[in-house]
């Protein structure tokens, strides 16, 4: 099945006036929008949608959508969406479409949703083209059908739209729906990620650490993950830095350059109409030199004073990372508040990230919880996923595993892959709902799919068991390597354990070594005991007592009973470590074991740097 990346939550588009109507008032009122100026927007706009200028009807419905200049209104957006939409105005249909998709100001209907992105789809309007895949995709309003979803998904590509380009991509890497084509892969994630699509940038990246498709490339990788993380995408920081540890000082020079210098292309959401894509606030803080920036700070802090709250969102935020000025979270949390109390969604998630880490407010998961939920009932994915997981802790309400599940299945249909991975273990756990190892796998191939580590690792599990599949050791090692490349312990020391066993694969005592010590460097005490093992018996490593020593050292944790680790030890692998142990120190001098202790120590004060 196709992994389709949401894009219904920031679909919504306003509208210039064609050439016939782009005059006079309604030419002013959008400039009016462009420069934040929403009273006098609204003002301009109103008579001429209440003439019937289905443009204009438009546009106000997006205004009462976003809360610009009035209050948040969902039921007179849709209003004035239908108006224009009875009219034929291919973007009024498409923004019909989505209230009907998310429930905003009407009851959820997927069937209607799909009825009027498809009028606006069969007009050409790209939107609702890729929205109408995924209706398909996911068989919400229509019988879910590939082959439709794909065709949809495909014309929406054809007119460069980011989201469905990176799809499209991810359905040729997959060879589902269609015929595997790594050449037509990259073609696609290519255009996506020169728009400045995070998740095609991550796709990218993977593509160029990995190999697949193209020459492996870490420069590229590494540039391609570095400009993934600069939007938040997914474990695109993780990703970056693991592969910057195979790098040298010069590689990674030139990929912070080129990260640096790369532009997005025209018609991308960084350079396309503001209005658009909602971001004409963030605009006025994307100055190019130091002057420039003080003037439109200056300009976004005097639309935040006047009640902009999409104004007030981007000062938060500004506060919050400390974007050229002190960090101070207390005045990020005034600015996000003013924004959350008029109903923006973005600055209600913001602020119950704050009370949740206890940043800038005194730390309270009631209130955090009061304001995720705000933001979740709005459609924010991230909001619901943070509810979930309040709720599956049990942190600032009871804990209620149903309701985790609810959330997490809200945020994850929207393609949240974090939800995506949590869904998954609610269903291999049976944790308020019905084991079911079948929809567990679904849900992790789906986060896996876009790179989350976890998710790979547990699908590795899967194969390596199997559960809710035949037990397939060959397709274990494949999503095994895909988490350990991105540095996950659990996945390294499976590949260690599956190698030096040869259990479904050729039989590997030097790669076994290999994933264990990735492993053991991270903390890993089971690892970190297998390669003391190693090390004692000359397997996959000469033979070397006073090593095997170090790295029990390092590793009597387990014996301790410390540690998550010496919780899964079962008594006989305890008493085959004593053993071990006892071993060793037969052959060791007093000077020798001492020695040993030593090198632990140095191992450890390196974090784990200087082991060899």
Avoid at 191 to 211: H, I, R, T, V
Avoid at 577 to 603: F, H, N
Wanted: net charge negative; with cysteine; proline share 3%.
């Amino acid at each position: 099945m196709v992994k389709l990346i949401p894009i219904i939550a920031i679909s919504l588009s306003l509208l210039f006036a064609s050439s016939a109507v782009r005059a006079g008032a309604f030419e002013d009122g959008m400039k009016a929008y462009v420069n934040g100026d929403y009273a006098t927007a609204f003002k301009l706009l109103s008579p001429l949608a209440q003439k019937g200028n289905p443009e204009a009807q438009s546009n106000l419905g997006i205004m009462y959508e976003r809360a610009e200049g009035v209050q948040l209104d969902y039921k007179k957006a849709v209003k004035w969406f239908q108006a224009a939409a009875n009219q034929g105005l291919a973007i009024a249909q498409h923004n019909l479409g989505v209230s009907y998709d998310e429930g905003h100001g009407v009851p959820q209907d997927y069937k209607k949703a799909a009825k009027w992105y498809r009028l606006a789809a069969t007009q050409g309007l790209a939107l609702a083209q890729a929205n109408l895949g995924m209706l398909y995709h996911f068989g919400r309003g229509v019988p879910h059908d590939d082959a439709e979803a794909l065709k949809w998904t495909r014309k929406a590509a054809d007119q460069g739209e980011a989201a469905a380009q990176s799809n499209l991509g991810l359905a040729y890497s997959n060879g589902e729906g269609l015929p595997r084509d790594d050449a037509e892969a990259l073609k696609w994630q290519q255009l996506a990620a020169n728009q400045g699509l995070a998740a095609a940038q991550f796709a990218l990246g993977s593509m160029y650490a990995e190999g697949n498709g193209v020459p492996r490339d870490l420069v590229l990788a590494h540039m391609w993950f570095s400009l993934a993380a600069e939007q938040g995408g997914g474990d695109s920081a993780e990703r970056r830095d693991f592969v910057a540890k195979t790098m040298n000082s010069a590689q990674i020079a030139e990929a912070l350059r080129l990260a640096q210098e790369w532009k997005p292309t025209a018609g991308s959401a960084a350079t396309a109409n503001p209005l658009a894509n909602g971001v004409a606030a963030e605009d006025a803080v994307s100055a190019p030199n130091a002057e420039e920036y003080a003037t439109h700070l200056k300009l976004l802090k005097s639309m935040a004073e006047q009640g902009a709250p999409k104004a007030q969102t981007v000062l938060g935020r500004i506060f919050a990372e400390g974007e050229d000025v002190p960090q101070d979270y207390k005045e990020a949390v005034k600015w996000w508040r003013l924004a959350a109390d008029q109903g923006f969604a973005e600055a209600q998630l913001n602020l119950g990230i704050m009370y949740d880490q206890g940043l800038g407010v005194s730390k309270d998961a009631r209130e955090a919880v009061n304001w995720y939920r705000l933001a979740a009932d709005q459609g924010l994915a991230q909001a619901q996923f943070n509810l979930g997981s309040m709720f599956d802790n049990g942190l600032g309400l009871p804990q209620n595993s149903k309701e985790a599940v609810k959330w997490y299945r809200l945020a994850a249909t929207q393609g949240y892959v974090q939800a995506q991975s949590n869904l998954g273990f609610v269903y291999a756990e049976g944790r308020g709902v019905q084991r079911d190892y079948k929809e567990a796998m679904k849900w992790w191939r789906l986060a896996a799919d876009h790179g989350v580590a976890q998710a790979q690792l547990n699908l590795g599990v899967m194969y390596d068991q199997g559960h809710g599949v035949p037990k397939d050791t060959n397709e274990a090692v494949k999503w095994y390597r895909l988490a350990a490349d991105q540095g996950s312990v659990q996945a390294q020391h499976n590949l260690g354990h599956i190698y030096s066993l040869g259990q479904g694969v050729p039989q590997d005592t030097t790669e076994a070594v290999k994933w264990w010590r990735l492993a053991a460097v991270q903390g890993d005490t089971v690892a970190q005991n297998s390669l003391a093992n190693a090390y004692a018996f000359g397997v996959g490593v000469p033979e070397d007592y006073m090593r095997a020593q170090m790295w029990l050292n390092l590793s009597a944790a387990i014996l301790r009973g410390e540690g998550e680790d010496a919780q899964s030890v079962t008594s006989d692998q305890r008493a085959s470590i004593t053993t071990l142990l006892r071993r060793v120190s037969e052959k060791l001098t007093p000077a020798q074991m001492e020695r040993a202790q030593e090198m632990a120590r140095e191992c450890q004060a390196s974090n784990f740097k200087n082991c060899d």
